[in-house]
């Protein structure tokens, strides 16, 4: 996988870089043969137009009749060149006055310039430019003169051209190579990185060390770093549940197995009923217990984002709570008031878990209140709260932030317990970005405030 991954980078990163190489590479080469091309031919017309105005510099007009007397040396001499044949002809009205009388008057690609105007033509087999300027004498006569050449120094001299534009070839193979080259080295290191960091995550959760990262990979190893600190915490989470679950249910099984013995050795049937009472109770206790380990085992902030938040009337939801336990309210003797404002209060979060959390509170408050005693459930609503207020023991000021943690309880409680109902409401109010904190109840006690943002 990481080889393909590897591949699909180094391809990715070849093509947006050659690409665009390739394409100025051939842009600049097509332009720069077409500008060379244009100017040889510019060239090359500019001299073959001076020689025809040369020539019809030697153009004479006696009334109207064009004449021209041009010696046989100066003949040859025009007519001379090294690499090409020159054809001239100088005609009036279809009158030859000099040279070749078949020299074309038209043709194809023509070019017009001050002097006169270029063509390619055709001439006794052979491809030919003409340059043709034309003459007057001011009162109307007028004479043409046709310059013809072959066009074997114009094809030579494209070819020195293009034998020029050769180094520029040459160039985009070695800057080809130089991005091959630098795309390889760059990827080398991811490579290396990845590697490293393959083999390390195998092997270990610990952060891994990015002193040798790129800067631009800096991103991908914090998120990695990240990602292991939350794998790390979950881990974490589920051994430390594990070693409470245990710890929490060695004593009860323990106590069920000896209260069995106990009833199958009782001597009547009276002494068997009071052992099969302390194991309902004990039975009672330990399902409390596997309630609130289940609760705790669900409880974790990584699902935050999979929980479906809606508006909740927080009244409603007290009084639907209270009213399942008014049961053991009533049975320790103790009163449990529930103060509604007349609107309701309404906040953002999960109505199952917010019940779980205040169960939690009133469990624990009517466990640790002594008979007699009261619990009030109040209400605020900037920003939206809840409190659970006690007439019970209290928890010192020092112990506050403590019996938050698992299997922690404070030391001023006594009876039954877990330590484990502050460590459910705390993680609840961690999901839902609230705020749980202890204060001292105007009842003597403790008061829980569960309070969320606006």
């Given amino acids: ?20 190489l390739l394409v100025i590479v051939a842009a600049s080469g097509a332009l720069g043969t077409y500008t ?30 064009a004449l021209i007397d041009l010696p046989w040396v100066a003949q040859t001499m025009l007519g001379y060149d090294e690499i090409d044949q020159v054809y001239y002809s100088v005609q009036q009205e279809g009158r030859q006055l000099l040279g070749r009388t078949d020299l074309p008057h038209r043709g194809t690609r023509e070019t017009r ?105 800096m991103p991908f190893a914090t998120a990695l770093n990240e990602l292991l600190a939350r794998i790390r915490a979950m881990l974490a989470r589920e051994r430390q549940f594990v070693a409470t679950v245990a710890h929490q249910l060695r004593t009860p099984l323990a106590g069920i197995r000896l209260g069995l013995a106990r009833a199958a050795e009782a001597p009547d049937l009276v002494s068997a009923r009071r052992v099969l009472d302390e194991l309902d109770h004990t039975a009672q206790r330990t399902s409390r217990l596997l309630q609130q380990l289940l609760a705790l085992g669900r409880l974790d902030p990584e699902v935050r984002g999979d929980i479906d938040f809606v508006s909740v009337d927080l009244v409603a939801l007290a009084h639907d709570v209270g009213s399942a336990y008014m049961e053991l309210a009533l049975d320790r003797q103790i009163d449990l008031e ?32 002594p008979r007699g005693g009261r619990v009030v459930m109040e209400f605020e609503t900037n920003p939206p709260s809840i409190r659970v207020s006690d007439s ?39 999901i839902h970005d609230a705020d749980v904190r202890l204060e001292a109840s105007a009842l003597g006690g403790t008061s829980v405030v569960l309070r969320f943002k606006q």
């Fill in 36 to 65: 060379s091309h244009r100017l040889t031919e510019k060239v090359f017309d500019r001299w073959l137009l001076d020689a025809a105005r040369s020539l019809a510099h030697e153009v004479r007009f006696v009334e109207g009749n």
């Fill in 1 to 20: 996988m990481k080889a393909a991954g590897s591949r699909w980078l180094l391809r990715e990163l070849l093509l947006r870089l050659m690409v665009p």
């Fill in 338 to 369: 529930l103060k509604a404002p007349e609107q309701p209060v309404m906040a953002v979060g999960q109505s199952d878990l917010l019940s779980e959390a205040l169960g939690n509170l009133l469990d624990n408050a009517l466990r640790y209140t």
């Fill in 113 to 217: 310039y001050r002097a006169g105007r270029a063509f390619d033509a055709w001439h006794e087999g052979q491809p030919v430019r003409v340059a043709e300027v034309v003459v007057d004498d001011g009162n109307g006569a007028q004479a043409t003169v046709l310059m013809a050449e072959t066009k074997l120094k114009r094809l030579r001299a494209q070819r020195e051209i293009f034998t020029m534009l050769l180094p520029l070839g040459l160039l985009l193979i070695a800057a080809a190579a130089a991005i091959g080259w630098a795309v390889w080295r760059t990827i080398r290191p991811l490579e290396a990185v990845a590697t490293h960091w393959n083999a390390q995550s195998h092997t270990s959760l610990h952060p891994i060390g990015a002193d040798d990262v790129p800067r631009e990979l």
């Fill in 392 to 430: 019970g023991p209290g928890v010192p000021d020092e112990e506050r932030e403590a019996v938050f943690e698992r299997l922690v309880r404070g030391s001023k409680t006594t009876g039954e317990g877990s330590g484990l109902g502050l460590a459910i409401v705390r993680d609840i109010a961690i």
